[in-house]
């Protein structure tokens, strides 16, 4: 029904900043909430933040509030990521999620991406 597929991950130093893109197929895009997990081994998956279906709303962890931001292009079918003053425990595999909720649970989502991996090194 919809497929996700993230990009942009890879090393970075503390401090530093990268920004992750999830493509989305299928024209329903719009229809969609999108919310951005993580998950570091031996950890519970984790919310990060979510942006309602127009792009009119977003929240985040308190974690990541204030050095993260989600935007989303619907007419590029894509939610981005970008991540600001990234420190050592923001280091997990990412994942992009879509559901018809605009919520902060997993099991709010149903279509999922692979994940990419994000490394902040110190």
């Known amino acids: 029904q919809v497929q996700l597929v993230e990009s942009g991950g890879g090393l970075v130093q503390a401090g530093g900043s990268l920004r992750l893109s999830c493509a989305a197929s299928?024209?329903?895009?719009?229809?969609?909430?999108m919310g951005w997990f993580r998950q570091a081994p031996g950890k519970e998956r984790e919310f990060v933040g979510a942006i309602s279906r127009s792009g009119g709303s977003t929240y985040y962890a308190d974690s990541v509030k204030g050095r993260f931001t989600i935007s989303r292009d619907n007419a590029k079918n894509m939610v981005d990521l970008q991540m600001n003053s990234l420190k050592p425990e923001d280091t997990a595999v990412y994942y992009c999620?879509?559901?018809?909720?605009?919520?902060?649970?997993?099991?709010?989502?149903?279509?999922w991406g692979q994940g990419t991996q994000v490394t902040v090194s110190s």
């Open positions: 999620a879509a559901g018809r909720i605009y919520g902060a649970r997993e099991n709010d989502y149903t279509y």
């Open positions: 299928g024209r329903t895009f719009n229809t969609y909430s």
